[in-house]
């Protein structure tokens, strides 16, 4: 009898620990599932801020590169540097970015955000006139801070103008530099003779020709400008020595029309006069080496003939 009662204690014990022990497993993995879902949640706000991190960053390299893009295409193309600046600005707020800082040169631009990791430089290294691509880019940033384009529409299209926008054919380049040079002659010289009108234009296009082509083969300016006024001045002797022309100066003044730096020594001053004076001073230094340039080769012309 004893021995029964003393086995049902031990049953009732066992079965006492046994229930004990399952609910402390049961409470014990409740306790883990309870740490896993916070360490899930933890995980899931982490991988959210990255993921708006990173969205973030490619929205602002969207913006570096086109900031970039559009102050390329306008210092290629002859653009004032305040201007440049103030396009670049204008994009960048549009798109939110109201702490952006931009430097120009005519052969660097800069571009960075304050309080970003992130500076960006691209170089520019050829330059000419091509006021078409200003206006083009100055009616896209229009259309974007007016919300009718998007960011990603204002970047291709930027891109499809530094890619396919085309200057003017030779022959219609050819025609205005001729119209320039004698109505130059006309405006310069007081009294004139119709033959020398004539003849100025044909000189003038003769000049306009070998600079665009030399500076096509040799990719030097400079050099092109020195061989275009040296052919303008030796075809303006001949003239005159074979009665095509009256007055040699008046052809010669009027020849050399189409090379003389005029947008560049006038952007020169307007960035002077708007404070930029480093790029002020850079491009009136490139206006003074192409008009020595064009004194060179016609001093070469009267050295030689006279």
């Known amino acids: 009898m004893f021995a029964k009662e003393h086995q049902q204690k031990i049953f009732f014990v066992d079965a006492l620990f046994i229930r004990t022990k399952l609910i402390f497993l049961i409470h014990f993995e409740l306790e883990i599932d309870r740490l896993n879902g916070i360490k899930s949640e933890g995980c899931a706000v982490r991988d959210a801020r990255t993921m708006v991190a990173e969205i973030a960053a490619e929205r602002n390299q969207l913006v570096i590169d086109t900031c970039l893009l559009a102050g390329r295409i306008m210092i290629e193309s002859g653009s004032e540097m305040y201007r440049v600046e103030d396009t670049i600005t204008r994009i960048a707020r549009n798109a939110g970015i109201d702490n952006s800082v931009v430097y120009t040169t005519p052969t660097g631009l800069f ?20 006021l078409e691509k200003v206006q083009q880019v100055n009616t896209l940033s229009r259309q974007f801070a007016d919300k009718k384009i998007s960011l990603r529409k204002l970047h291709d299209t930027l891109e499809n103008i ?17 119209v320039v040079s004698a109505m130059m ?65 008046n052809v010669l003044i009027g020849g050399i029309m189409p090379l003389v730096p005029g947008v560049p020594l006038t952007n020169s001053l307007r960035d002077m006069f708007a404070g930029h004076l480093l790029t002020g001073s850079m491009r009136a230094l490139e206006a003074l080496l192409t008009a020595c340039a064009i004194g060179a080769g016609i001093g070469l012309v009267f050295r030689i003939f006279f």
């Not at 970003?116 to 290294?125: G, K, M, N």
Request: one cysteine or more.
């Open 111 to 130: 571009f960075s955000i304050k309080g970003a990791a992130v500076s960006e430089l691209r170089q520019i290294t050829s330059r000419t006139i091509n």
């Open 185 to 249: 002659m006309i405006l310069f010289v007081g009294v004139y003779d119709w033959a020398d009108f004539v003849i100025t234009g044909i000189i003038g296009g003769c000049g306009f020709l070998a600079n665009y082509y030399i500076n096509i083969w040799t990719r030097v300016k400079f050099l092109s400008e020195l061989i275009a006024s040296l052919i303008v001045g030796t075809l303006a002797v001949l003239a005159v020595q074979f009665h095509l022309g009256v007055d040699m100066n």
């Open 162 to 178: 530094d890619q396919n926008t085309l200057f003017f054919p030779v022959w219609l380049q050819l025609i205005a530099a001729m």
